[in-house]
């Protein structure tokens, strides 16, 4: 079993900057890979960014240019640093990762973007 502690989340005007924490239970080298994603109100969970156990990442269309996904493997941590800031990401962000075929998620931080 995997737990997954997120941090991070809050209110930002547009243009602002955010960083997510995601911390799992085991170590980041136990996942294949590990993501982000959002659910804003109304919409289906889509996936924001991830990076695969060698550091590779890939980010959705919207995002690119502006998150930057990364890793501490001495924190054993996973950061989302969102830059640029629009209306439009103000959702839940969760963090998730695959373990023995089965899917964890993290308890969801709120990011909302708004003057």
């Known amino acids: 079993q995997v737990q997954l502690v997120e941090s991070g989340g809050g209110l930002v005007q547009p243009g602002g900057s955010l960083r997510l924490s995601c911390a799992p239970s085991?170590?980041?080298?136990?996942?294949?890979?590990m993501g982000w994603y959002r659910q804003a109100p109304g919409k289906q969970r889509e996936l924001v960014a991830a990076i695969t156990g060698v550091g590779s990442t890939n980010y959705a269309d919207s995002v690119k240019g502006r998150f930057t996904i990364s890793r501490d493997t001495v924190k054993n941590t996973v950061y989302l640093q969102m830059n640029s800031l629009k209306p439009e990401d103000t959702a839940v962000y969760y963090c998730?990762?695959?373990?023995?075929?089965?899917?964890?998620w993290g308890q969801g931080t709120q990011v909302t973007v708004s003057s």
């Open positions: 998730n990762v695959v373990f023995r075929d089965r899917d964890y």
């Open positions: 085991r170590s980041i080298f136990s996942f294949n890979s």
